[in-house]
């Protein structure tokens, strides 16, 4: 894993990026020699897999429109 000072990191974002998604090699970015974030390629597929992954997982309970409360429980309303 390569390791980059978050100072070279913002000045080579772009390119850093795509060296990641072409080598597969992630980069781990330091702020005075911590960690700070790891950036990784994505896995093997179309990018947009994750997306609707839940779709029709889903339940509705009760009616998404009716008031929470009566309007009688709000006194600024009464």
Known sequence: MIEMQISK????CLSVLDRVA????PV???RLGKPLARILPL???PAGDWL???????EIHGDLIA????SSDWEVLG
């Open 22 to 25: 072409k080598t597969g090699e």
């Open 67 to 70: 008031p929470a409360a009566e």
């Open 43 to 45: 896995p093997p597929g």
């Open 52 to 58: 609707g992954a839940m779709k029709g997982s889903g």
């Open 9 to 12: 990191f913002k000045a080579t």
């Open 28 to 30: 781990l970015v330091t």
